[in-house]
């Protein structure tokens, strides 16, 4: 089969299509003939060798796909040969063929396209995951960073049709305008005083929960966003890993802070959060509530084009690459 394959870590120039074997299929597993692969953020650093795939993953890059059932070992009962399906990975979506264990494997929300399918599962399973995880609850105040990305689009909109209050960070004049079009009650230049807006946009009360992809260089201000009982939950360090927390203002709130790493949890998790996703996430996007988020398509062939894309911050929503 076609993979994409990296010889030597570096940037988008190392990506090239080449022969491989193709994958085998498990007693639990499915294989999965790939019509969509989704890009993401982490993609960009395992090609640059920061982000190693987890033990027992494939090396080849790629969280999400969509595709059709090509084959199914001999412990999947729900899935036959044909049947049409998105896939969270551990990696190895890059491919023409992927292998994944069945409980990552969902049929995608109908209605949508196949294609943009493939760039629904990561986000949807990171963020549902994430609220569930600090209870953010309906009528509570919620600050996304980086609304306009594959993350805060979705994030936006979900949260909105949970009934929560969404206020959001971006980097430009039409991506603020994105943000706001998807829901949000207001959204913030984050080259900006974006903390002093958010406590002029919600009287002082600041945000019940933030999500936050910045890590490091956020931590203080975060913190002092942060509504008494607040939660802040960090899933992306693209500001640093190692930051100063202020305990004494924390406490002082009553706060948390937590992060989480969708990757590397194990099998089960990830099929319960998959289930969960399909249970009530899909009905919000059949309903037409989530639109899936604005895409750009690239053929596998020009992948180093969809990586220069991402790199460069100009992209809206997702990124897919179609074979
Ligand atoms: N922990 C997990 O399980 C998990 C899962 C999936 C993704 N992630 C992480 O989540 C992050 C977002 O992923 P993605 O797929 O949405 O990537 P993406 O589409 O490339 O989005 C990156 C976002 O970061 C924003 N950003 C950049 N600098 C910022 C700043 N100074 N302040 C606020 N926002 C800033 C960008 O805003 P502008 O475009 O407006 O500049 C953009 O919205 C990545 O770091 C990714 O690794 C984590």
Not at 120 to 134: G, P, Y
Not at 170 to 199: I, Q
Not at 296 to 317: K, M, N, Q
Request: charged share 20%; hydrophobic share 45%; proline share 6%.
């Amino acid at each position: 089969m076609q993979a994409v394959v990296i010889e030597s870590f570096g940037g988008p120039e190392v990506l090239r299509l080449a022969d491989v074997p193709p994958p085998s299929c498990g007693a639990d597993e499915v294989v999965i003939r790939v019509v969509g692969s989704g890009v993401n953020r982490a993609d960009l650093l395992q090609r640059q060798g920061h982000y190693p795939p987890p033990r027992d993953a494939s090396e080849i890059l790629g969280l999400e796909v969509s595709g059709v059932i090509s084959a199914a070992g001999p412990g999947v009962l729900d899935w036959r040969v044909g049947e049409e399906c998105v896939a969270l990975l551990s990696g190895g979506g890059y491919a023409e063929y992927v292998a994944v264990p069945a409980g990552q494997v969902v049929r995608p929300p109908r209605g949508v396209d196949l294609v943009t399918a493939a760039g629904l599962i990561e986000v949807a399973a990171t963020v549902a995951s994430n609220f569930a995880r600090v209870g953010l609850a309906a009528g509570e105040t919620l600050l996304v960073h980086g609304g306009a990305g594959g993350i805060g689009t979705f994030a936006i909109q979900f949260a909105d049709a949970l009934g929560v209050r969404v206020f959001a960070t971006a980097g430009s004049p039409r991506k603020l305008t994105v943000c706001r079009e998807l829901g949000a009650a207001d959204a913030f230049d984050y080259h900006g005083d974006w903390l002093a807006a958010l406590r002029r946009a919600t009287d002082g009360h600041g945000a019940d929960v933030i999500l936050d992809v910045m890590g490091a260089k956020y931590l203080p201000p975060n913190v002092d966003a942060l509504a008494t009982d607040g939660r802040l939950v960090v899933i992306g360090l693209q500001g640093g890993r190692s930051g100063t927390l202020d305990l004494g203002k924390l406490l002082a709130k009553r706060g948390s802070v937590t992060a989480t790493g969708l990757r590397g949890r194990p099998v089960e998790q990830k099929a319960a959060i998959c289930a969960e996703v399909a249970a009530t996430v899909w009905p919000l996007i059949e309903s037409g509530r989530i639109r899936p988020a604005v895409e750009t398509r690239y053929p596998v062939e020009d992948v180093a084009g969809a990586h220069r894309h991402l790199a460069s911050g100009e992209a809206i929503g997702k990124l897919i690459l179609t074979w």
